[in-house]
């Protein structure tokens, strides 16, 4: 599967932004979409996981309340809907999917596939 994300970009904090991924290539029936977002010099940090077909949600638990994950089967889309941002919040971001998914996984090596990334920064 192919991943397009996009919707970062600058934001002064307390604001909100929308991240969205496109996914192509199959079916995503069989998978687990999530988002994970890499600051530099940090490692890649989990915020939150959805099943396709029955958009099951787990998130990190800092991440709870000010994010949260959805996902549109018909337009095949993925969200990320982020408020009352930070300036910590600056990362890229990135979308990713987990084929044949058992289960809900925080674990970046468990997924396969791997969008782009979109930057999101937010200034004090």
């Known amino acids: 599967v192919q991943l397009q994300a996009c919707g970062g970009g600058l934001v002064q904090a307390g604001g909100s932004l929308t991240l969205s991924c496109a996914a192509s290539?199959?079916?995503?029936?069989?998978?687990?979409m999530g988002w994970f977002r890499q600051a530099p010099g940090k490692e890649r940090e989990f915020i939150a996981t959805?099943?396709?077909?029955?958009?099951?949600?787990f998130y990190e638990d800092t991440m709870k309340g000010r994010f949260t994950v959805s996902r549109d089967k018909t337009a095949n889309m993925v969200y990320l809907q982020m408020n009352s941002l930070k300036p910590e919040d600056t990362a890229m971001y990135y979308c990713?999917?987990?084929?044949?998914?058992?289960?809900?996984?925080?674990?970046?090596?468990?997924?396969?596939?791997w969008g782009q990334g979109t930057l999101v920064t937010v200034s004090s």
């Open positions: 959805i099943t396709w077909t029955l958009g099951r949600t």
């Open positions: 290539g199959r079916s995503l029936s069989s998978y687990t």
């Open positions: 990713a999917a987990r084929r044949n998914a058992i289960g809900l996984s925080n674990t970046a090596q468990d997924f396969d596939s």
